[in-house]
């Protein structure tokens, strides 16, 4: 039911979970001004896309790839960059990135939701040296790749794996750098990054692992990536992947708790009548407590709709955000799918198929009960695996697959 002291609500971010959040709120029953604020110029879109078929295909418009919009009765104003926030007078500075004017939007009910900023190399950075976050990143950087450069690509998280599988489908020459010893180390631990190596090989991508970048080479224009170890890789343009910060600068001297991320109860409450959803919320997970926040777009979607419970029902009255959410990431032929959150330390099966032939089901599991699994071109599995995560099921106790073979339990 829709708290009835809630006046208005501003939602500060206007992509995945301030638009999910503002879609909540109406769904719920609120009738009061929702106002949603984004820096960006263009209406919201599929940020997943930018680095999958934007780059691909050259011809497409950000606006080809758009979200749905709100709901009609909801003031959506882009270009505007909301600099900070005063809690005791409940209110938002702004400033509008056109005229560059300065205002103010008092604040009843707020939303932060302004997600996660790419992460820039601590370093000089030549031009020819992108990141890729936003669609102007994508547009400039699938600007450069019409002359057919040799690109270099720093960091095998998934957006550098998925730009680089993007460009060697574009017939690129592409090198993929990277610090730790295998692709997506950190997240899925090193027997899938170790299948990773040869799903990128396999496809024509160079690999320099297990080595940072000390550098760039060329002044007008980047040349070449100088790595820890000596070597220059010559590069005609450089795609910079290291992963994100949250978006929290606004909030710098605020009052509300920041730490790696917008800090939330487990309902995502923050302060009151404040509640923050997706790249920029850090909060206790419903398994076992632990702070985590979560870059993926299906955690942004439902956190946004939890937020709005939360919103309307007041902080420690809503149900705890306990979503049992999936990732995905499509990179050459091969698609992955991580349902839950894989933690350092977890036993790591592969419970089905054949990580070689890059068609399986990878199981982390601690004490012998799921906490999360990979899915390995294998979506078919997806319902039974979300479940298994959900309930934190006996790896064995998976509803075997109608067509693959039978469960080995890890333990
Ligand atoms: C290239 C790329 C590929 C991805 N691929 C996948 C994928 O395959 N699968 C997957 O699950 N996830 C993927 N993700 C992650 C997914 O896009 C994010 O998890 C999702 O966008 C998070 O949504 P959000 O609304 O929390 O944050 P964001 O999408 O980052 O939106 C936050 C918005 O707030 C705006 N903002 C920030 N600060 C302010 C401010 N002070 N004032 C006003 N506005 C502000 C930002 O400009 C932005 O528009 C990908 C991300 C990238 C960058």
Redesign the pocket.
């Known amino acids: 039911m829709a708290r009835k002291h809630l006046r208005h609500v501003s939602i500060?971010?206007?992509?995945?979970?301030?638009l999910g959040a503002a879609h909540g709120l109406r769904r719920r029953g609120f009738e009061g001004p929702i106002t949603v604020?984004?820096?960006?110029p263009e209406t919201?879109y599929q940020?997943?896309a930018?680095?999958?078929r934007f780059l691909t295909s050259g011809d497409l418009q950000p606006d080809d790839i758009r979200l749905r919009g709100p709901a009609e009765d909801v003031r959506v104003e882009l270009g505007?960059?909301?600099?900070g926030l005063d809690l005791a007078a409940r209110c938002l500075r702004l400033q509008d990135s056109d005229s560059g004017r300065h205002f103010t939007h008092s604040v009843d009910g707020l939303v932060i939701?302004?997600?996660?900023?790419?992460r820039e190399l601590p370093m000089p950075t030549p031009p020819g040296v992108h990141v890729?976050?936003?669609a102007a990143d994508a547009l400039a950087f699938r600007a450069e790749l019409t002359r057919s450069p040799r690109v270099v690509i720093v960091g095998a998280g998934?957006?550098g794996s998925?730009v680089a599988a993007s460009c060697r489908s574009l017939g690129l020459d592409v090198t993929l750098v990277e610090a730790a010893a295998t692709p997506m180390e950190r997240v899925l631990g090193g027997t899938v990054g170790a299948a990773l190596v040869g799903l990128h090989r396999d496809h024509g991508t160079r690999l320099r692992l297990g080595t940072g970048v000390a550098g760039f080479t060329g002044d007008d224009r980047v040349t070449g990536v100088r790595l820890a170890d000596g070597e220059v890789l010559p590069a005609d343009v450089v795609m910079v992947g290291v992963g994100?910060r949250p978006?929290t600068?606004?909030l710098r001297g605020s009052g509300l708790p920041v730490d790696d991320g917008v800090l939330c109860g487990p309902d995502l409450a923050v302060a009151d009548r404040i509640v923050a959803?997706?790249?920029?919320a850090r909060w206790p997970h419903h398994s076992d407590g632990t702070l985590v926040r979560v870059?993926?777009?299906?955690?942004?979607l439902r956190q946004a709709d939890s937020a709005a419970a939360t919103l309307l029902a007041g902080a420690g009255r809503a149900p705890a955000f306990a979503e049992t959410t999936m990732?995905?990431?499509?990179q050459y032929d091969c698609k992955l799918q991580l349902i839950g959150h894989p933690r350092p330390g977890d036993l790591v099966t592969v419970a089905e198929g054949d990580l070689a032939q890059r068609r399986c089901v990878v199981v982390y599991s601690r004490s012998g009960r799921t906490t999360a699994a990979l899915l390995v071109g294998s979506p078919h599995r997806l319902r039974a695996y979300r479940e298994a995560v959900g309930s934190a099921v006996l790896v064995a106790d998976v509803r075997p697959s109608p067509d693959g073979p039978a469960l080995s339990n890890a333990s």
Request: glycine fraction near 10%.
């Open positions: 500060v971010g206007a992509s995945a979970a301030g604020f984004g820096d960006e919201a940020r997943p930018l680095s999958k505007v960059r909301v600099t939701a302004t997600g996660a900023a790419a890729l976050r936003t998934f957006v998925e994100a978006a600068d606004w959803a997706g790249d920029v870059e993926h777009w299906e955690n942004a990732f995905w990431s499509d």
